[in-house]
């Protein structure tokens, strides 16, 4: 519109001459409102920059003097002086904005030489050479001619080393750009063709002029221009964009180019100038490729440490670990330890990945600390860590377990958290033969079997194979046992003291192998939590404890049990659908929830921040809890806060000596407090005498469980009859 509007006015008059140096004025002033409104970091840039064009517009006002006052020709006058006084203050500018958003990367540099050189060339061949040996002008002249697309050519430079060495791309740099270029095309214009078009006030190249003054004082009202410093690369990244790389291949290219051309060909002075470009554009992009080929093999190093260790932890990876497994099998027997934190998955899920994370790290280093030189640590994925020990002696590798045991006995500082963790390592030897996949599994064996029995450590043996192939087995067989049919489940009666009045069942699962007979949950439940088919098994046995209690409840005066228990184990309780499971089983079968209570463990619990709130939507539901084996757990007291239990299951250990007194009979006489204090009601677990019986019911116990009311069987009955007998 401005541009528009002076076209608008007389061509060459004097509202013209007012207009033109008032639009130059009106944009440097609006570059310091830019400053004002916006407070660049830099302010200097933009002062340099409105100062030029101050300095540009006072040329135009001298311009304008010699030609409307003195009637005289303004070329070359001290008009001259101001507009070249400006580009100092450009450059100046240029300079500091280039400063600001440097890539501190020495190919930035290389590729503005590249840029300047090939175009300078151009600019020396067209314009330079031709304005500083004209015949027809005079020395001053000459030298004023070629000095204007000189400090272009050195704009043009220091762009070439803003728009290549970063990424300059705010809407503020690019108006700046497009600023300079205006300038720059102006120049060349008014120089060489001067002869073909009307460079007088009024003519073409004042759009060009004017444009430039508009774009300056744009690139300073714009917010974009207090950004701070433009986004650069990642440290070691090679990137070539395509435009760049369009514009370093058309530089690189114009040297060899112009020695081609005829005009330059056959002018000594002109292919002296453009041969000596091409040598110095030879060695810059040699420079350029030594420097992209450095940063390749830097790149490829990296990715290399980033492919064998791990990002977090700064430690060897697997595949980095298997690697040296190999070799080192290869010179002789060692020692492997695989290491498995317990508890960590508590942190993650209770306090945060964040800091989860920061465990681990502090845990590799203390593991690090503990192996010396002895080991090498790798971390394996998870929570799990791995020792190669080449030549090691058992014994050694022993002291090394002990010694990470004591290292992890220290509390651990992680985001403001004192954090104990405990771990369970496997360690195995390997002779002469063993394969890398098979000295993994030895350890990792071994250390399941370290979890399984609560030890710091344990040593591979043979025997723990049999196990593994036993459980295996078993758990083949269960899930074919599932699918069969071959599962059944019986009830046993809890009753009411002293009347033995049957007020709930709980459901038990027996397995009738069709070649073994009755097995017994202890023989198969331990390896479905292993294996994880406990998760289904557990579905099933809900979901037909429901049917059978639907199945009594709709039999005329069949003395129904009005509630059963579902044991419920640490797998399920972690996993989300188990609500879902829960509340499927009672609408199909058209239950209550009052009418099913799910038994947990306290460890089960313990162990996962989910457990307790998918106990919480259980008993929103209206499902009764009870706390199973209460009393041996190592969380009994808080779990008595955070978990909405409503009965107590007194463990049977409490039970089998509370007729004879001693510390059994406190104990047991302390929880039926707990209990009532608290508005629960408790269960005494085991009961297999009229003596515990009697006991039991004058320290307060009004409900209990045991072979002394009834056996578990596919139907139970009141338990009358037992205690008549």
């Known amino acids: 519109m401005v541009v528009g509007g002076y076209y608008l006015l007389s061509s060459g008059g004097v509202a013209q001459s007012i207009v033109y140096p008032t639009i130059g004025c009106t944009y440097a002033l609006l570059m310091l409102v830019g400053v004002r409104l916006h407070r660049p970091e830099r302010p200097a840039i933009w002062y340099l920059f409105a100062a030029g064009q101050l300095m540009s517009v006072s040329g135009d006002v001298v311009w304008n003097y010699y030609v409307y006052v003195l009637h005289q020709e303004p070329f070359p006058s001290l008009a001259d002086v101001f507009y070249l006084s400006s580009y100092p203050l450009l450059v100046a500018g240029f300079v500091r904005l280039v400063h600001q958003h440097r890539d501190r990367d020495p190919r930035a540099v290389l590729d503005a030489a590249i840029v300047a050189t090939g175009t300078g060339l151009v600019f020396w061949v067209f314009i330079l050479h031709p304005a500083a040996t004209a015949s027809a002008a005079t020395l001053l002249e000459r030298v004023i001619n070629t000095a204007y697309p000189a400090a272009d050519v050195m704009l043009l430079a220091i762009l070439a080393g803003l728009f290549t060495g970063s990424r300059a791309g ?19 214009a008014y120089a060489t063709l001067g002869e073909l078009i009307n460079v007088e006030q009024g003519g073409p190249v004042d759009a060009l002029f004017m444009s430039s003054y508009v774009l300056w004082g744009a690139a300073a009202l714009h917010p974009s221009m207090a950004a701070r410093r433009a986004e650069t690369s990642p440290a070691g990244r090679v990137q070539v964009r395509r435009g760049r790389q369009a514009l370093l291949t058309a530089s690189s290219l114009l040297a060899p180019g112009l020695l081609f051309l005829p005009g330059v060909s056959g002018r000594r002075g002109d292919w002296m100038v453009a041969a000596a470009g091409a040598v110095v554009l030879f060695l810059l992009i040699s420079a350029r490729m030594s420097g992209f080929l450095k940063q390749i093999q830097k790149q490829a190093g990296d990715l290399e440490t980033l492919a064998l260790h791990d990002e977090l932890t700064g430690l060897a990876n697997r595949r980095q670990f298997q690697t040296l497994l190999r070799a080192a099998l290869t010179t002789g027997p060692c020692c492997v ?193 292993r294996d994880g088919t406990i998760v289904e098994l557990g579905a099933w046995i809900l979901r037909e404890a429901c049917r059978q209690l639907a199945i009594w409840r709709a039999e005329p005066g069949s003395g129904a049990p009005p509630r059963v228990t579902v044991n419920v184990s640490a797998r399920q309780l972690a996993r989300p659908g188990l609500v879902d499971t829960v509340r499927d089983a009672l609408t199909v079968n058209g239950l209550p929830a009052a009418s099913l209570t799910v038994e947990v463990t306290e460890t089960a619990v313990f162990e996962s921040g989910r457990s307790v709130e998918a106990l919480h939507r259980l008993d929103e539901m209206g499902v009764r809890i009870a706390l199973d084996d209460f009393g041996t757990g190592h969380s009994s007291l808080t779990l008595l806060q955070t978990v909405p239990a409503h009965a107590l299951k007194v463990d049977k250990s409490f039970v089998d000596q509370v007729a004879a007194g001693g510390r059994p009979a406190v104990i047991a006489a302390t929880l039926i407090k707990v209990a009532e204090g608290l508005g629960m009601s408790a269960v005494a677990e085991g009961v297999e005498t009229a003596e515990q019986a009697a006991e039991l019911h004058r320290l307060g116990y009004q409900l209990a469980q045991g072979y002394y009311f009834g056996r578990p069987t596919e139907n139970p009955r009141s338990a009358d009859a037992a205690l008549a007998g």
């Open 337 to 529: 330890a695989l290491l498995d934190l317990t508890g960590f998955k508590k942190v993650n899920d209770q306090l945060g990945h964040h800091v989860g994370d920061q465990l681990l790290a502090e845990v590799a280093g203390r593991l690090t600390a503990a192996a010396g030189d002895l080991a090498s640590v790798a971390r394996m994925g998870g929570d799990e860590f791995a020792f190669l020990m080449p030549g090691a002696s058992p014994e050694a590798a022993t002291r090394m377990a002990e010694r990470i045991g004591q290292q992890l006995a220290k509390p651990i500082r992680a985001a403001g958290h004192d954090l104990l963790i405990r771990a369970n390592i496997g360690l195995a030897d390997t002779g002469p033969f063993t394969e890398p996949p098979e000295a993994l599994r030895r350890a990792d064996v071994a250390m399941y079997a370290a979890k399984g029995a609560g030890e710091p450590y344990r040593w591979y043996v043979a025997d723990f194979d049999r196990g593994a192939d036993e459980d295996a087995r078993i758990g083949a067989e269960l899930r074919t046992a599932m699918d069969a049919g071959h599962l059944r489940l019986v009830y046993q009666p809890i009753v009411e003291l002293p009347t033995g009045r049957l007020v709930a069942v709980e459901a038990l699962v027996r397995w009738h192998h069709p070649e073994r007979g009755v097995i017994g949950p202890a023989d198969f439940i331990p390896v479905a939590e």
């Open 170 to 188: 705010h809407p503020s740099a690019r108006l700046l750009g497009a600023a300079a270029v205006a300038l720059l095309s102006a120049d060349v």
